[in-house]
């Protein structure tokens, strides 16, 4: 489990943990890991997930300690705010946390997984990556990017028995939501789409409850996994009428800048 200091990370640990699995929870904020380790007899080990030897040494670590890893939660990421003005770093950061990260872990993890005949990657995703993020263009291009990755997966491996799932919920009561995030820093990759501005909470939910829909996802062995099924209309909306549904959009930016 990548990004599980807090968050959606932390409550996918706590439910897997539940359900019987052995957790290794990651993070680059090892105490946060550690915390959440503790509360389910799990291990906490520190990993930025852009650095793909560091993964491959820490799924070697695992499976040589604990035994082959049968589900892998690549579920950390960032929100660097800003449009156009974003610098270079920060497209970099975003790209290297939201497509790469998963990449690092497939390479090491689907040719094993295709010679024991099965394995599961659940990708963290967002709504952003089905819809928009009026506030990060980087979150946006970068999550669509992610989407795009676990369904190239899903067909490429399916055949092969690997399981893969897109998790892409909206609003959820985490850090990135709530406002404590700074630019860069990473944090799970659960964003609003549409509410994130605004003071009505409502459908915000709760990071356990997300945990909830992707274990019922992946026990019903659905690819995309939306917490929020409202995001399922506003999906067929702009595939029915893109140019209605950018309009929509347009004036919700308008309405968010006042």
């Known amino acids: 489990m990548t990004g599980a200091a807090s968050g959606i990370g932390a409550a996918l ?10 957790v290794v929870a990651s993070d680059i904020d090892i105490a946060g890991a550690e915390e959440v380790a503790a509360g389910i007899g799990g291990l906490a080990r520190f990993l930025d997930v852009a650095d793909s030897a560091a993964t491959r040494e820490l799924i070697d670590e695992v499976e040589r300690s604990l035994g082959p890893v049968e589900i892998y939660c690549s579920n950390a990421g960032l929100l660097v705010p800003g449009g156009v003005d974003t610098t ?3 497209w970099q950061q975003s790209w290297e946390v ?6 690092h872990a497939a390479r090491v ?10 394995g599961i990657l ?11 993020q009026l506030d990060s263009v980087s979150y946006a291009v970068t999550k669509h ?11 490429t ?15 959820v009561r985490t850090p990135l939501l709530e406002g404590s995030a700074t630019e860069g820093t990473p944090v799970e990759s659960a964003a609003a789409v549409i509410h994130r501005s605004a003071a009505d909470t409502d459908g915000v939910l709760e990071p356990d409850a997300v945990a909830d829909a992707t274990a019922e996802a992946l026990r019903q062995g659905r690819f995309l996994v939306l917490p929020h099924p409202e995001v399922s209309t506003y999906a067929k909306r702009r595939a029915d ?12 930016a308008r309405r968010m800048s006042d």
Do not use: K, N
């Not at 993890?109 to 099965?118: I, K």
């Not at 659940?122 to 089905?130: E, I, K, N, P, R």
């Not at 990017?145 to 067909?155: C, D, G, R, S, Y």
């Open 241 to 252: 009428d893109p140019d209605r549904w950018l309009a929509g959009m347009r004036r919700l």
């Open 157 to 171: 491996y399916g055949d092969g028995g690997i399981q893969v799932a897109a998790l892409c919920p909206q609003a």
């Open 13 to 22: 640990a706590r439910r897997l943990a539940a359900d019987g699995a052995r």
């Open 88 to 90: 270079e770093d920060g």
């Open 109 to 118: 993890l689907l040719p094993r997984w295709v010679e024991r005949g099965g």
């Open 98 to 103: 939201h497509v790469m990260a998963h990449f």
């Open 122 to 132: 659940v990708v963290t995703a967002s709504a952003a990556g089905l819809l928009t």
């Open 145 to 155: 990017a992610a989407v795009a990755a676990a369904e190239w997966l899903a067909i």
